[in-house]
């Protein structure tokens, strides 16, 4: 079973749409987690972290559900220009090693 | 400020050949981490450096090394090229060795034929 596994996707939204990610963790002793997001061709950025209290950046938000061991990223009023790959990422305890997901695909379309 | 730079952009290798890719960090910071990521999937953690030390190493084959510079930058080698080398290689830079926040260069796409 692979560490982090994310919905296999791709989405294909209109504007103004609001999209749901999902993504599990299989360590449990994972303690810190994030989302980045990858535009095409380009290195992956960091959209935000994920706090088990939840956390919302605008039109973002995300979630933790620690006893479920399950992430998830809420795009609301979808852009065209979130059309982007979608990595959740995880690592565990003082670890600097990042744990990628495979990715989402998610376009945008007018 | 300037932000992580690598060199080159891309690259195309002939089987067994090696290759040496190069990483400056951000100003200031002290550690980088190499990445590999293969078309369609997630980066893929290589080895981490910190004050020029390696301080951490991924499943990859002894072929693959690293190593830090006094001015914090890095080298990725990767010897005796396979067709599965093939990737676009990532440098993270972070402050320090336990930094979450890590910034990614653009990489190097490697082609190997």
């Known amino acids: 079973r692979k560490e982090v596994e994310q919905d296999p996707g791709p989405f294909n939204v209109p504007e103004g749409a609001t999209v749901a990610f999902n993504c599990t963790y299989s360590?449990?002793?994972?303690?810190?987690f994030f989302w980045y997001r990858q535009d095409c061709r380009k290195e992956p950025k960091l959209l935000m972290s994920?706090?088990?209290s939840g956390n919302e950046d605008g039109r973002f938000t995300a979630q933790l559900n620690r006893a479920s061991q399950y992430i998830s990223l809420l795009i609301r009023d979808s852009k065209l220009s979130d059309s982007a790959t979608y990595l959740c990422?995880?690592?565990?305890?003082?670890?600097?090693?990042?744990?990628f997901g495979k990715g989402t695909l998610l376009t945008v379309n007018p | 400020d300037a932000g992580v730079t690598q060199s080159p952009t891309h690259l195309i290798k002939t089987r067994g050949q090696h290759v040496t890719l190069r990483c400056s960090p951000i100003?200031?910071?002290?550690?980088v981490s190499w990445y590999q990521q293969v078309l369609g999937q997630g980066p893929q953690f290589i080895f981490q450096?910190?004050?020029?030390?390696?301080?951490g190493r991924g499943n990859f084959p002894d072929r693959f090394s690293a190593r830090q510079f006094p001015n914090y930058s890095s080298e990725l080698n990767v010897n005796a090229l396979l067709l599965g080398d093939s990737a676009l290689y990532l440098c993270?830079?972070?402050?320090?060795?336990?930094?979450?926040?890590?910034?990614f260069g653009p990489g190097t796409r490697l082609t190997v034929t």
């Open positions: 990422v995880v690592t565990r305890g003082s670890n600097y090693k990042l744990t």
């Open positions: 994920v706090y088990s």
């Open positions: 993270a830079s972070s402050f320090w060795q336990g930094a979450y926040e890590q910034y």
């Open positions: 100003s200031g910071h002290k550690s």
């Open positions: 360590n449990s002793a994972s303690q810190s």
């Open positions: 450096y910190y004050e020029k030390e390696e301080r």
